[in-house]
Nanobody, 124 residues
Framework: QVQLVESGGGLVQAGGSLRLSCAAS????????KAWFRQAPGKEREFVAG????????VYADSVKGRFTISRDNARNTVYLQMNSLKPEDTAVYYC?????????????????WGQGTQVTVSS
């Protein structure tokens, strides 16, 4: 079984920064594509950023390009999301996810493993 555990969420003022971490345990999934999604109250879960297992391939939602950076450390089975220049509209529960497919990576349906989520709140 695989477990994904997020950490690093919290309350921050607009313009501030946070770094989220997602640690994987259980069966090795170091070669899986990893991603971050978020879900705000009353909204659907949306793709934020994703990274291939070699870290060569990254993809970002337009709303976070230039502000967020995804990275991973396969030796530590951990993926990170550095969030800078945060805006109130970034407020959401952030989830990490993993999939062994490399296509349609912005779609939540293809991800087999999910973390429990961590709350990020950005005040104006």
């Amino acid at each position: 079984q695989v477990q994904l555990v997020e950490s690093g969420g919290g309350l921050v003022q607009a313009g501030g920064s946070l770094r989220l971490s997602c640690a994987a345990s259980g069966r090795t999934i170091s070669n899986y594509f990893k991603a971050w999604f978020r879900q705000a109250p009353g909204k659907e879960r949306e793709f934020v950023a994703g990274i291939s297992w070699t870290s060569v391939g990254t993809v970002y939602a337009d709303s976070v390009k230039g502000r967020f950076t995804i990275s991973r450390d396969n030796a530590r089975n951990t993926v990170y999301l550095q969030m800078n220049s945060l805006k109130p509209e970034d407020t959401a529960v952030y989830y990490c996810a993993a999939t062994n497919t490399g296509a349609l990576v912005t779609r939540a349906q293809i991800y087999a493993y999910w973390g429990q989520g961590t709350q990020v709140t950005v005040s104006s």
